[in-house]
């Protein structure tokens, strides 16, 4: 309980700062952020974006692991029901992927 207390006041302390800057700036669309001129909406899309690409990798990455599971399982009846349940959830986790990125999309588009 005070490892997770530590951890909510951490994440205050270092919140804090950012909070406050956006408060006295104003809207979140008019913050500079990484000097380069863009938005902190630009940013927070940019970031989110990546973040879903990456997890797009890996899941195909832990498909082809499940594909390697079932080769090295050697037709045993326990290595297919493994591999096909990485492979069914792993699509499911690809779809949930995908619905997040035309979320985000669809925002971008009307935000």
Known sequence: MTFLRSCYYALALLALPRVTAAQALGDANEINVGGGGENL???????????????????VVVIIIAGIWLIVGLGSDASKET???????????????????????????FG
């Open 41 to 59: 909406q630009g940013t927070i899309i940019n970031i989110t974006m990546k973040v879903l690409g990456f997890v797009s990798l890996i899941a």
């Open 83 to 109: 591999a096909k349940k990485i492979v069914i959830y792993t699509i499911i986790g690809l779809i949930l992927i995908l619905a997040a990125r035309a979320i985000v999309m669809f925002v971008l588009d």
